[in-house]
Each structure stands twice: as C-alpha cells, then as structure tokens.
C-alpha cells in the first residue's frame, strides 16, 4: 500500500557556494509496509535529511523516492499529497504548537486535508486517544501543559492525519524515562492498530533495539549497516567506530566476553544476555 | 529557501581584504560612499567603478554572490533607472519623444551609483564577521561615550542581534517544514489567506525567540556579565602597516574623485 522504495538518492546542501556538502549520497533503500524500522546515525549522518526526503519537504539533488508505487517528487500535487500519506513528527515537536487550544492544535492538521467537521472532530479523538491525552485538557492552552504532555500531542497533531507511514525524529529526547516509554508504546500501539509503517530515528539504542524490527545505520551520509537488530548489534566494535552507543545489554556481554566468557554475538536484550549467561554457566567455563 | 538570504552575510577567507582592521574597512566604506556621491561624470564612475572590481578580486568575493545580494534591491533599481529615463529633460532621442539622451545617462549613473553603494557595502560585510565589525565600530564611536551615548550597549546589542539571525531563520526553517509536514500551505490562496497561514509560524518562533532571550540574560549573567566598564578584549584590534596603505588610498580616492568633480569629468 504504502512501501516506500528510494533509489540512489543524493541531496546536496547549498549547491554552488564555498558552503556546499552532499549530506546524502547513494542511498538504496526499500522499505515494506507495515515495518517498524529504527534509523540511527551520529549527529549530521544524514539521517534528518533522509527523513525529510520521505515526505517530500526536500527534493533531492538526484534520485527518486516512490510511495506506493508513486514517485513523489513527480508534481506539486503528488508532493502535498505524500505529506497526508507520509507523517513526520519533527525532533521537540512541542516547540510547534501554536493555537489556543489543545484541540484546535490536534485538528490543524486533518484541517488542512480539507476534511468535514465530523471527520477531523472522530479524528482528533481518535489521535488523543492513541497517545493518551484525557478530553479534559482539549480546551486548555497547549503551552500551560507538562513537557510530556505537550510531545504527546504534537505526536497527536500528525497521527490526526492517519499516515500510513510515522516517521519521528528523536521522540524520546529530553524525556524522563516514564515519559520515554509511554511515547514507545503509544507508537507501537498506533502501529498495531493501524498497520502503519514506523520510522524511529533515535540515539537511544536501548529503543530501538526494544522495539525495532530492522535497524538502518547511516555514517556520513551513506547506509553504513542494514538489518536485524540481531545482525546490526553483532557488529558492536564497527558501531563504537563510528561514534555510537550500543545497547547497555550488548556492552555487557562485550565486557563479558573480554574478562574471557564465551558468549554468542549479537546480543541486545537483558533477556537475552541472562539466557546466554545461565546457558554459559550450564557449561560450566565459568 | 531562507537560508539563501544573504544580508550581512560573512564569507570566511584569508585575503588582505580579510586582514584589514575591520575600523579602517569601515572608515573606507565611508569614503568610497562619500567619493560614489562626489562622483559627477563618467570619468569618475570609471574610476569607482574599477575599484570596487579591482576590491572583489582582492577579497575572493565572486560576481554571483555581489548578484545575490542585489536580488531583493532589483525593483529599486529599475525604478530608479525607469524614472530617470522618462524625467530628466534634454535633447529627445527622437522628435517628439520623452525620452532624452540626459535622461539615459542619467539613469545608467543613478543605476550605477546604487549598485556600487550596496556592492562597496557588501564586500564590507562579506570580509569582515559580525565579531570584528561591532568590535571595530565600539571602538570608532568610542569618542561618544563622553557625551554618556551608550555605545558599548548599542554595539552589544547589535551583535547579538547580528549573532540571532542566523539562528532564527533556522529556527522559521525548520517550524516551517514541521508545519508543511501537517500540511500548512504558505505558497497558494489570496494575500489574506497567506498572511494568516504564517499564525502558526509566528506563535511558536515568538516563544522561542521570548525563551531563548531569557536563557541568554541568565548565561550572561551568570558568567558576570555587567555591562561595558572595566571590560577588555581577548583579541585586541591593532593598526597595522596595511590599514594605514588602504586609508591612504582611499583618501587619495576621495581627493581624486572631487578633484574630478571640478574638473567637471
């Protein structure tokens, strides 16, 4: 329905003056409908620019992006409309919020789609029930609310367009860590519910490695790794390399292993890791 | 799209433009606005004109970036050329027309004029960052602080203003692309109905820039900003042999272009 396919994609900033840096380049990527995938990369990896491509608010310098078998780049029309398809909730997206009320906020977006009154107002109610925002605060102003509270319902604003493809930018950053996961599970939920495609941009492996199925892995500007969690968490010493974190489970069974402890690789939950360890310990190496 | 704005824009290089004490750039700038008003015939347009080609070339400033900038003054321009050609009188072209031979050189020495006005200020601009330019400036309008103008604080305050531009049209940029993301349209519909999908840019760029101003006043305070008295300068601005050559010049500049003046070229 809405498998997203990009090919070859390149995009340069500020073509043509002394500044220009091809943040992008030779990107192939497909990615099937429904998928959960985590996108993670250091700081101007080019992960936020890929992103962005996705739903058309960048055109690349060259290459093509087709959504559901169309390439969304082909006309203004087939631009405005990825973007009701495509939903991307930008990092600190509590810094957009702008009307007077919670409400008027969440509807702004299925407003632009031109929907009737009765579509967006299901729509809105819909959406703040999928992140967890109580009726009672729809009509108080969206700048007098929590930190949280205020992320939940930007999150709403976008799910109120009912993409079929989530992407979100550093959802979690700045959270507390109850916060964190009620966001995780508000997206995992919206996914299960809708059958929506997710992309995760985050540099929190422990979430992503939770809840992703596949983890893209972006180094300047080019897919780097692409796989499972399993697969891309096995390659821990090349992710160190190019300045990222692993999830705290892998980084203890690697701590393990150079103590002398034969683990298996790609490890990246504690669940894991403990069944490694007992299964380790039934040997009787340690 | 913003980003390609270009105002008071710095582009970093190494060349004896770059070099010059930002003071003598500015006392430069000057002269060559005064001289580009002295300026009467064509002889001195030449002149003007070859110094400010012979000034990019020294700094490395490219005619396309000069161009750049002067997208947004394009309709000044014209107007100014246009209403020069129709208004000035003298021989007509043709019998009968209102266009006069004066009225064309006159507005190709008007068009002139402006777009060396804004070129000359732009290769200030281009070689000098904001740091050096409010820093040359303080130091210029030193002499004013004995008649208690508070030019530590204006000059403080411009920087820091100059400092944000930068940062809020990121800023826009980017509240722009989260809204077209939940499909604002700011390209089609009547003025009105533009003017009012800028509401959900302008509310959040204003918190913003409300929330940055206060976290700026405590970073300040709290490393013991307290105004302009008794402060000194990591990087002291000092004349050098070359800043004392290019004034040299461009008094030499000045004189020639009066001169000429009364020579009526």
Redesign the interface.
Known sequence: MSEIIVEKLRHVY?A???FEVAAIEDIDLTIPQGQLVGVIGHTGSGKSTFI?HL?A?LSPSSGKIYCGGQDINESKLSR?DV??QV????QY?E????EETVYKDIA??PK??KLSQEEIDQRVREAAGFVGVEEELFEKSP?ELSGGQKRRIAIA??IA?RPGVLILDEPTAGLDPLGCRQILDNICAYREKTGATVILVSHNMDDVARIAQRIIVFSHGRVVMDGSAGEVFSRAEELIAIGLDVPRATALAMALKKQGMALPDGIYTHEQLLAAVLENRGAGTC | MLKDITLGQFFPGDTIAHRLDPRAKLLLVVLFIVALFQARGWVAYGILTLVVAVCMRVSHISGKNIFKGLKPMIFIIALTGVLNIFYTDGTPILPGWIITWEGIARAIQMVLRIVLLITGTFLLTYTTSPIALTDGLELLLNPLKKLRFPVHEMTIMMSMALRFIPTLIEETDKIMSAQKARGADFETGSLMERAKALLPVLVPLFVSAFRRADELAVAMESRCYHGGEGRTRMKQLIFAGRDYIALALGILLLAGIIGLKKLGL
Not at chain 1, 95 to 98: A, G, K, N, P, V
């Open positions: 500020s043509g003056t002394p962005q739903n608010l405005r973007k009701h939903g991307l909730v930008f997206p810094y957009q919020l702008f702004f977006g632009n789609m700048l604003g976008v367009m």
